[in-house]
């Protein structure tokens, strides 16, 4: 199969790119019209299996939109470097802002994957972290765990959760050493890693405000808006079918007026999107078993089925 694209010599990232030339085939089949393009249907295969994994994931269009916009950029840099154009490269370090639950934590992963399809990362992986294991105890301490994490994220992704609270202690405290390392790091090492600091949007803008070095340091920022009750619901049916279960029609009409309920009395931060519906449908799953066990119920369209008296809706 061939690769659109591929490593450099270090092995880390490839958006200096270095296609070896096909012509062995066209010299092979002499037949061919010289001026015919064969198509090539290797060519977009990578994007083909991205939009795939992308199209799992409910709404985010603007998510969806800019990690096809770098496959693009990355496509069209190899083919300016075939021609012997300049090929850029770019940091690709990101901040995700949205609420609890918006999909922020899925999305990096699922970026690792996608980068490593795209050689954009070597490994892909996903390197998760928060405050605590960034900050030390002592002076000296929080750069040594800094660098460490770094370490273990390059050819994947860093992605710090809850990144606002680096900057929460002031000056004096270690989140500001943390902070420090990492840029250092993120500049050495921009073609290694990908650092994605995530967190509540509201808390991420007055971090980025007493940080004011560290907007232009992400060129990639990604809001994740909070779901709309129809995506919740288009949400849960595709875990649901994930798990081979699906919501009778008393049920379904019960979660929605529910759905409404809760979004509108929890303000936007209290309600966690994604993970609610994720919670309440396996507290559910259990539910429905309890019941089927208790009437000795165990025909296939009743050990799918989810009825209302099965949703556990009492959570906040
Ligand atoms: N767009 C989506 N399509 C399908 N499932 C989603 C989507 N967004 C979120 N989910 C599901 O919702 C749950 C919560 O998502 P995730 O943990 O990624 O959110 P998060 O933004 O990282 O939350 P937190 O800020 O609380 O860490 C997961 O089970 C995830 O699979
Ligand atoms: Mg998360």
């Known amino acids: 199969m061939e690769q659109p694209f591929r490593m450099n010599n270090n092995g880390q990232i490839s958006i200096v790119l270095n296609a070896q030339k096909r012509n062995a085939a066209t010299k092979e089949l002499p037949k061919s019209p010289p001026t015919e393009v064969k198509p090539k249907p ?3 295969e990578a994007l083909k299996e991205i939009e795939d994994e992308l199209g799992t994931l409910v709404g985010m269009d603007e998510m969806k939109r800019m990690i096809k916009e ?21 940091a690709l370090h990101m901040m995700f802002k949205g609420n609890p639950g918006t999909g922020k934590t899925t999305v990096a992963r699922l970026i690792g994957k996608l980068f490593l399809k795209m050689n954009v990362l070597s490994k892909g992986h996903l ?7 960034l900050v030390g105890e002592y002076i000296g301490h929080t750069a040594q765990k800094t ?46 890693f990908i650092l994605i600091l995530a967190g509540y949007s509201r ?11 560290l907007h232009s340091r992400f060129p990639l920022v990604v809001d994740f808006p909070d779901y709309t009750i129809d995506q919740l619901m288009d949400i849960g049916r ?33 309600f966690s999107n ?31 089925t989810l009825r209302s008296n099965d949703l556990i809706l009492n959570e906040g």
């Open 42 to 44: 290797t060519d977009h």
């Open 70 to 90: 770098i496959y693009a950029w990355i496509y069209v840099n190899k083919k300016r470097e075939e021609k012997g154009l300049k090929a850029g490269r770019q």
């Open 127 to 133: 390197i998760e972290a928060e405050r605590a294991d």
């Open 147 to 192: 660098r460490d994490l770094v370490k273990k994220a390059l050819g994947g992704i860093l992605f710090i959760d809850e990144a606002y609270s680096l900057g929460r202690g002031g000056e004096k405290d270690f989140g500001k050493e943390a902070i420090d390392t990492l840029v250092k790091h993120m500049e050495d090492k921009q073609h290694e």
């Open 203 to 213: 808390e991420m803008d007055y971090f980025l405000s007493l940080n004011p070095g």
């Open 238 to 270: 595709r875990m649901l079918d994930e798990r081979e279960y699906t919501l009778s029609h008393e049920a379904e009409r019960k979660l929605r007026e529910h759905l409404a309920w809760v979004k509108s009395s929890l303000g936007p931060t209290g």
């Open 274 to 304: 994604g993970r609610y519906i994720r919670n309440i449908i396996e507290k559910s799953i259990r539910a429905q078993a309890m019941r089927l066990l208790l009437d000795n119920q165990f025909e296939r369209h009743e050990l799918v």
